[in-house]
T-cell receptor, first 111, second 114 residues
């Protein structure tokens, strides 16, 4: 099955700086890559996703990039704010099949 | 997301007891999932169901069983609970369309096995 690795496990940044979280996957058939954000004590929620036919996708301060050849994808958060503090999970799937989640990155934005 | 609910929200039980965690959804989705979350291990899939007659094992199904009673209900059972099943359990539903699939998670059930 698919194996998704996520780094770093913890990340601290100053408010206003950028944060980057990286994931790698093993199954070249995977074609859908969502990112979920889990605030403390809350449930995970989808924040952005990318399909394998797209190299980059942006939504305001967040962006995701995908390198299919290298089998890795990254989440970029610019101009970080305290409310960005959360655990972020990447996932990989073949659309319509089960998700394989990474182990999560705990992001702390220091005011 | 109030559309996906889980009961109970917290549960303490003893080793060897049978317990059931319940999940209900009003989203009308066919697909439902059970995950467990442990610190440092992320979200791991226990079982999933793509419709009422479909049940599939996930990566960590040993020690668990499920029942899909209706499109809206998906229950997870621990037949004989053990301490290493202490975890946060999430139910999720999903809808696939236009090359995208969003999973909607319930609020979670925090389980402690003594």
């Amino acid at each position: 099955g698919e194996n998704v690795e996520q780094h770093p496990s913890t990340l601290s940044v100053q408010e206003g700086d950028s944060a980057v979280i990286k994931c790698t996957y093993s199954d070249s058939a995977s074609n859908y890559f969502p990112w979920y954000k889990q605030e403390l004590g809350k449930r995970p929620q989808l924040i952005i996703d990318i399909r394998s036919n797209v190299g980059e996708k942006k939504d305001q301060r967040i962006a995701v990039t995908l390198n299919k050849t290298a089998k890795h994808f990254s989440l970029h958060i610019t101009e970080t704010q305290p409310e960005d503090s959360a655990v972020y999970f990447c996932a990989a799937s073949i659309i319509g099949n089960q998700f394989y989640f990474g182990t999560g990155t705990s992001l702390t934005v220091i005011p | 997301d109030a559309d996906v609910t889980q009961t109970p929200r917290n549960r303490i039980t003893k080793t060897g007891k049978r317990i059931m965690l319940e999940c209900s959804q009003t989203k009308g989705h066919d697909r439902m999932y059970w995950y467990r979350q442990d610190p440092g291990l992320g979200l791991r899939l226990i079982y999933y169901s793509f419709d009422v007659k479909d049940i599939n094992k996930g990566e960590i199904s040993d020690g668990y069983s499920v029942s899909r009673q209706a499109q809206a209900k998906f229950s997870l059972s621990l037949e004989s609970a053990i301490p290493n099943q202490t975890a946060l359990y999430f139910c999720a539903t999903s809808d696939v369309g236009q090359g995208q699939e969003t999973q909607y998670f319930g609020p979670g059930t925090r389980l402690l096995v003594l």
